[in-house]
């Protein structure tokens, strides 16, 4: 059988896009600079969020002259460390896990706002200018005491 070459063109071209399908689905994501949760982050094995030197003891830790990082730990119905305190004007990195179910760890008013999974480290990077108290609040449906989840971020002046 002889294939007409535009047919042939047609042919190898949808052959291409479907394995450019694909590979979007597989790893576009990365491609697009998104970056899903425990795509990089080192995963933590369920069970062991107390053997872990970063949540053991939920904290803030100065580790550079305008750098911070915060060790958060997500579970029914609070937050850890209560309150949380950083300074203002200093890069804070958060890193936040859930030790029991999904929760979120979303700070009122900005846009830190952030899904939390069990077995998973959230991470992100921010800066608050402005000194004052946050709620921090649950913004995944987590149990009985969801609608009463909520801490505190104190961004000292
Ligand atoms: Cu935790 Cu809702």
């Not at 969020?49 to 119905?77: H, K, L, M, S």
């Not at 959230?122 to 005491?145: A, D, H, L, Q, R």
């Amino acid at each position: 059988m002889k294939i007409h070459t535009y047919e042939r063109f047609w042919l190898a071209g949808s052959m291409v896009l479907i394995v450019a399908f694909i590979v979007t689905i597989t790893y576009g994501t990365v491609g697009l600079g998104i970056t899903m949760i425990g795509d990089e982050e080192e995963a933590l094995p369920p069970g062991e969020i107390d053997e872990d030197d970063r949540f053991e003891d939920p904290r803030v830790e100065q580790v550079g002259e305008n750098e911070y990082e915060a060790y958060v730990v997500a579970q029914t119905f609070l937050f850890r460390p209560e309150p949380i305190e950083i300074p203002a004007g200093n890069e804070v990195t958060f890193y936040v896990t859930a030790r029991d179910v999904i929760h979120s760890f979303t700070v009122v008013g900005t846009n830190t706002n952030t899904m939390v999974i069990p077995g998973e480290v959230s991470t992100m990077t921010v800066e608050f200018e402005e000194p004052g108290e946050y709620g921090v609040i649950c913004n995944e449906y987590c149990g009985s005491g969801h609608h009463d989840m909520e801490g505190q971020l104190i961004v000292h002046p």
